[in-house]
């Protein structure tokens, strides 16, 4: 379909939604004749009010006369002069696709690259470009896969996709502000009537009468009514307008494969989902690491520390390009499964450009590390950057573990607390073990259902994870509030506990072993606390 036909279908739908207003306010007037013909009194004027209030929505959907303007994502915006090498790339990848280079390029902190244009008069005329590119993706695609990845986002341009944009985003948005109004309104109803309805419970209550339930089922239907019915359209237009959408995502494929090449293309492909997945495991394992300690990587190091990671991993990264998902992301996702859109490629013919641009794509930039680090202080929160600084990765993990450590209250905590009268301790715990009354504390756990009921040994071995888990946290609170306790900073691994002095090299008498061999000792069926005590410090061995 070109894109003639479809900015035709664009303006068929978004009219649909006006003809689909007009019906349903026609379909009110008509309530209101009926009524005020055949009615009279309160009657009359109760259907009055509530087909005006049905209107209301529909009418201020339909003047919603400007689509509201997408917001650039938190960047930096750089210049011919700040970065002469990629503006060179954005520039030729540009001229090869036909279309016009944009006017601005935005360095982000996102998985994404996206080239939007604001044109006017829905599309007729076009507007100002502006190429929003994810520093992790130069961080991890080469040069030839950046190029692929600009090349597809232009092709978008060739074939007119974007000039569809205004007229598919105006009609999302007039049907998703109905919609929200109308639930808006019907939540208020809920709540109007929940809040009548306990008023009226607690004047019973206070005459000595029996409170009724409050029951809100049915308020706010008529309001759900109409919701649904745009809803209804509202799924029509999505799959209406997206049912060419991935046809034009090959397409652009296939642009990208021909500026940059078949193989740079596949395996950019592959890629960016393995980017994107990591990423995410970056961020929430590594990069805000510190937070609970009020504490930030090395500067530079938010983002800059990424790459580190893909490195380390590189057996684990390989091992998920070749897991590539077979379904859309969801049933309206304008962007066709991973998988498939990868095959199409490969099944094309060789085209002898397997080495070329093998380079870092992070070296298009003058200075990765003042890049990286002007990048954190664009996109990470004002209160997030007056936090102090760590001088390497493994000084974030000590400062993080020693703030989680100081400040964790788990299960046993609180039941210990309520069965001694006491604040939880350590040396009180290991007291009550001592005395025999490990498994009545116990009992103050939260319980399953299956737990609760069950009686001597079933009950303990419900029970014993639990326990275990939270005395090895009590522990490990103990040493480093002494200063006892190191962790080892891995970029391959989780983190792992190390405390001087324990054992010996071998892995059956490591720390760790020693540790939970003591912890098991604890919560057995007839606990020993003496293994424990002897890896305490001498402060708490014999209390």
Same mark, same amino acid.
């Given at each position: /379909?070109?894109?003639?036909?479809?900015?035709?279908?664009?303006?068929?739908?978004?009219?649909?939604?006006?003809?689909?207003?007009?019906?349903?306010?026609?379909?009110?007037?008509?309530?209101?004749?009926?009524?005020?013909?055949?009615?009279?009194?309160?009657?009359?004027?109760?259907?009055?009010?509530?087909?005006?209030?049905?209107?209301?929505?529909?009418?201020?959907?339909?003047?919603?006369?400007?689509?509201?303007?997408?917001?650039?994502?938190?960047?930096?915006?750089?210049?011919?002069?700040?970065?002469?090498?990629?503006?060179?790339?954005?520039?030729?990848?540009?001229?090869?696709?036909?279309?016009?280079?944009?006017?601005?390029?935005?360095?982000?902190?996102?998985?994404?690259?996206?080239?939007?244009?604001?044109?006017?008069?829905?599309?007729?005329?076009?507007?100002?470009?502006?190429?929003?590119?994810?520093?992790?993706?130069?961080?991890?695609?080469?040069?030839?896969?950046?190029?692929?990845?600009?090349?597809?986002?232009?092709?978008?341009?060739?074939?007119?996709?974007?000039?569809?944009?205004?007229?598919?985003?105006?009609?999302?948005?007039?049907?998703?502000?109905?919609?929200?109004?109308?639930?808006?309104?019907?939540?208020?109803?809920?709540?109007?009537?929940?809040?009548?309805?306990?008023?009226?419970?607690?004047?019973?209550?206070?005459?000595?009468?029996?409170?009724?339930?409050?029951?809100?089922?049915?308020?706010?239907?008529?309001?759900?009514? /109409?919701?649904?019915?745009?809803?209804?359209?509202?799924?029509?237009?999505?799959?209406?307008?997206?049912?060419?959408?991935?046809?034009?995502?090959?397409?652009?494929?296939?642009?990208?494969?021909?500026?940059?090449?078949?193989?740079?293309?596949?395996?950019?492909?592959?890629?960016?989902?393995?980017?994107?997945?990591?990423?995410?495991?970056?961020?929430?394992?590594?990069?805000?690491?510190?937070?609970?300690?009020?504490?930030?990587?090395?500067?530079?190091?938010?983002?800059?520390?990424?790459?580190?990671?893909?490195?380390?991993?590189?057996?684990?990264?390989?091992?998920?390009?070749?897991?590539?998902?077979?379904?859309?992301?969801?049933?309206?996702?304008?962007?066709?499964?991973?998988?498939?859109?990868?095959?199409?490629?490969?099944?094309?013919?060789?085209?002898?450009?397997?080495?070329?641009?093998?380079?870092?794509?992070?070296?298009?930039?003058?200075?990765?590390?003042?890049?990286?680090?002007?990048?954190?202080?664009?996109?990470?929160?004002?209160?997030?950057?007056?936090?102090?600084?760590?001088?390497?990765?493994?000084?974030?993990?000590?400062?993080? /573990?020693?703030?989680?450590?100081?400040?964790?209250?788990?299960?046993?905590?609180?039941?210990?607390?309520?069965?001694?009268?006491?604040?939880?301790?350590?040396?009180?715990?290991?007291?009550?073990?001592?005395?025999?009354?490990?498994?009545?504390?116990?009992?103050?756990?939260?319980?399953?259902?299956?737990?609760?009921?069950?009686?001597?040994?079933?009950?303990?071995?419900?029970?014993?994870?639990?326990?275990?888990?939270?005395?090895?946290?009590?522990?490990?609170?103990?040493?480093?509030?002494?200063?006892?306790?190191?962790?080892?900073?891995?970029?391959?691994?989780?983190?792992?506990?190390?405390?001087?002095?324990?054992?010996?090299?071998?892995?059956?008498?490591?720390?760790?072993?020693?540790?939970?061999?003591?912890?098991?000792?604890?919560?057995?069926?007839?606990?020993?606390?003496?293994?424990?005590?002897?890896?305490?410090?001498?402060?708490?061995?014999?209390?």
């Amino acid at each position: /379909m070109g894109a003639t036909l479809r900015a035709l279908r664009a303006l068929v739908l978004l009219l649909g939604f006006y003809l689909l207003s007009l019906v349903l306010l026609a379909a009110l007037v008509g309530v209101d004749v009926l009524v005020f013909s055949w009615g009279h009194g309160a009657l009359t004027l109760k259907v009055g009010i509530i087909t005006v209030l049905l209107a209301a929505p529909v009418v201020s959907g339909m003047f919603m006369l400007r689509t509201p303007k997408g917001e650039d994502p938190h960047g930096i915006l750089v210049t011919d002069a700040d970065e002469p090498r990629l503006w060179a790339l954005v520039r030729e990848l540009a001229a090869a696709s036909g279309t016009r280079a944009p006017a601005r390029i935005l360095l982000t902190g996102e998985v994404n690259a996206s080239v939007s244009e604001n044109p006017r008069l829905l599309g007729l005329l076009p507007g100002r470009r502006t190429l929003a590119l994810g520093i992790p993706l130069l961080i991890g695609l080469t040069e030839a896969q950046v190029r692929s990845v600009l090349a597809h986002e232009f092709g978008h341009f060739t074939g007119g996709d974007t000039r569809l944009s205004a007229l598919v985003v105006r009609g999302r948005v007039q049907i998703a502000r109905v919609i929200g109004q109308f639930h808006e309104r019907a939540d208020g109803k809920v709540a109007a009537d929940r809040a009548r309805q306990e008023r009226a419970s607690a004047k019973r209550v206070a005459k000595g009468k029996k409170a009724k339930q409050v029951d809100t089922a049915g308020v706010g239907a008529t309001y759900r009514t /109409m919701a649904r019915i745009y809803t209804a359209y509202g799924k029509l237009y999505l799959r209406a307008s997206l049912s060419t959408a991935r046809g034009q995502e090959y397409a652009a494929d296939l642009a990208a494969a021909r500026i940059a090449g078949r193989d740079a293309t596949a395996s950019a492909l592959r890629e960016i989902p393995v980017l994107s997945a990591s990423h995410d495991f970056y961020l929430d394992s590594y990069a805000t690491l510190g937070l609970q300690a009020q504490m930030l990587p090395p500067r530079g190091e938010f983002f800059g520390g990424f790459g580190r990671l893909l490195t380390a991993r590189e057996p684990e990264v390989a091992g998920l390009r070749s897991e590539l998902p077979e379904e859309p992301a969801g049933p309206y996702d304008s962007h066709p499964p991973i998988a498939e859109r990868v095959r199409r490629i490969e099944a094309l013919p060789t085209d002898g450009r397997a080495d070329e641009a093998k380079e870092a794509a992070l070296a298009l930039l003058t200075d990765p590390a003042r890049t990286l680090a002007a990048l954190e202080d664009a996109v990470l929160v004002d209160e997030l950057l007056t936090y102090p600084r760590a001088a390497g990765w493994q000084d974030l993990l000590d400062a993080s /573990m020693a703030a989680g450590l100081s400040t964790a209250q788990t299960p046993l905590h609180k039941a210990l607390a309520e069965y001694t009268g006491q604040p939880a301790t350590l040396s009180a715990l290991l007291g009550v073990i001592d005395d025999g009354r490990l498994w009545r504390v116990a009992e103050r756990l939260p319980l399953t259902q299956e737990a609760t009921a069950a009686k001597g040994r079933a009950f303990r071995e419900f029970v014993r994870p639990a326990l275990q888990r939270s005395l090895r946290t009590m522990v490990l609170a103990e040493f480093s509030s002494r200063s006892l306790l190191h962790w080892e900073f891995s970029w391959t691994r989780p983190a792992s506990v190390r405390l001087p002095g324990w054992g010996s090299q071998t892995a059956d008498d490591s720390p760790e072993a020693a540790l939970e061999a003591a912890l098991e000792a604890a919560v057995a069926d007839h606990p020993d606390t003496e293994p424990l005590r002897a890896l305490l410090p001498p402060a708490i061995q014999n209390v």
